[in-house]
């Protein structure tokens, strides 16, 4: 079955340190995107990709990289620049503009960070 | 700049009786419109889609929700809430410019048996 892979699906880490998320798809999706997700605020978008090797800075990229180096995987790396990284971490993909359902998101099932 | 604002954080109902999950949007043209359900530590599903075609939308799990113009508003409701329904509900836009999604703050969905 298609789908998207976030891993791991809880992490915990030290103040300054920095941490990698891994996202995943197989479901042949150009678009790749990162939210946030704290209590009461809804999704907030950090980083999103349309293409491999192009990414365009969310509304809140601040602390945050990412690369798109292939089509199926868009990691997120929190750095130690993140003031408040504890979050829940959601991964999305979307099919190319024009095609069938291109204007729906898919999810992952997340990733709990916590710092200690 | 598009957004959307859900009227309720919590929503508690007893099963078997109505849901009404309120939702109102903020979009210079004519928006593409989401809602998603979110189940505990779950990414998100989406529940069902407007883009322009029909008013009325019919999802899954038996949600739909309506189309205002004239209200900016896009409502979601059940005729009868099961005990599953529990989780947070977002309404979302579609920001074409971006092709991101921008996200209400969400609504927790209580089921009360």
């Known amino acids: 079955d298609g789908g998207i892979t976030q891993s791991p699906k809880y992490l915990f880490r030290k103040e300054g340190q920095n941490v990698t998320l891994s996202c995943e798809q197989n479901?042949?999706?150009?678009?790749m995107y990162w939210y946030r997700q704290d209590p009461g605020q809804g999704l907030r978008l950090i980083y999103y990709?349309?293409?491999?090797?192009?990414?365009q800075k969310g509304d809140i990229a601040e602390g945050y990289s990412v690369s798109r180096e292939k089509k199926e995987s868009f990691p997120l790396t929190v750095t130690s620049a993140q003031k408040n990284p504890t979050a829940f971490y959601l991964c999305?993909?979307?099919?190319?503009?024009?095609?069938?359902?291109?204007?729906?998101?898919?999810f992952g099932a997340g990733s709990r960070l916590t710092v200690l | 700049a598009q957004s959307v604002t859900q009227l309720d954080s919590h929503v508690s109902v007893s099963e078997g009786t109505p849901v009404l999950l309120r939702c109102n949007y903020s979009?210079?043209?004519?928006?593409?419109l989401f809602w998603y359900v979110q189940h505990p530590n779950k990414g998100l599903q989406l529940l069902l889609k407007y883009t322009s075609a029909a008013t009325l939308v019919k999802g899954i799990n038996g949600f739909e929700a309506e189309f205002k113009k004239s209200e900016t508003s896009f409502h979601l409701t059940k005729p009868s809430a099961h005990m599953s329904d529990a989780a947070e509900y977002f309404c979302?836009?579609?920001?074409?410019?971006?092709?991101?999604?921008?996200f209400g703050s969400g609504t927790r969905l209580q089921v009360q048996p």
């Open positions: 979302v836009v579609s920001d074409t410019g971006r092709r991101a999604l921008t």
């Open positions: 979009s210079s043209y004519s928006p593409s």
């Open positions: 479901l042949n999706h150009d678009a």
């Open positions: 999305a993909s979307r099919a190319r503009q024009g095609a069938r359902g291109a204007n729906v998101l898919t």
């Open positions: 990709s349309q293409i491999v090797n192009d990414f």
